[in-house]
Nanobody, 125 residues
Framework: EVQLVESGGGMVQPGGSLRLSCAAS????????MAWVRQAPGKAPEWVSG????????AYADSVKGRFTISRDNPKNTLYLQMSSLKPEDTGLYYC??????????????????WGQGTQVTVSS
């Protein structure tokens, strides 16, 4: 059973910061690229950031580049997303996602699967 449990979301004012965590279980975490995906109300899911299985490669959507930092702690089976300089348009439900295959390194949302409730990030004054 693959389980991904997101946490760390909340409400923050524009310009603020949040650190999201994703606790993974049910698979060998260190063998898979991971990603963060978000979905704003009424919109399609958006790929946000990804990291290769050993952390050698990272990628970011243009909309978050320079503000978000993805990281992972493989011994702890945990993926992180440090978000700074948050904007209202960052509001949404954030999910972590697991690559479909251990050979995948991709920024395509359809190369990943994700589970769980996500964690809500709300950026407003």
């Amino acid at each position: 059973e693959v389980q991904l449990v997101e946490s760390g979301g909340g409400m923050v004012q524009p310009g603020g910061s949040l650190r999201l965590s994703c606790a993974a279980s049910g698979f060998t975490f260190s063998k898979y690229a991971m990603a963060w995906v978000r979905q704003a109300p009424g919109k399609a899911p958006e790929w946000v950031s990804g990291m290769s299985k050993l952390g050698r490669s990272t990628a970011y959507a243009d909309s978050v580049k320079g503000r978000f930092t993805i990281s992972r702690d493989n011994p702890k089976n945990t993926l992180y997303l440090q978000m700074s300089s948050l904007k209202p348009e960052d509001t949404g439900l954030y999910y972590c996602a697991k690559a479909l295959q251990d050979t995948i390194w991709s920024t395509r949302i359809d190369e990943y699967e994700y589970w769980g409730q996500g964690t809500q990030v709300t950026v407003s004054s």
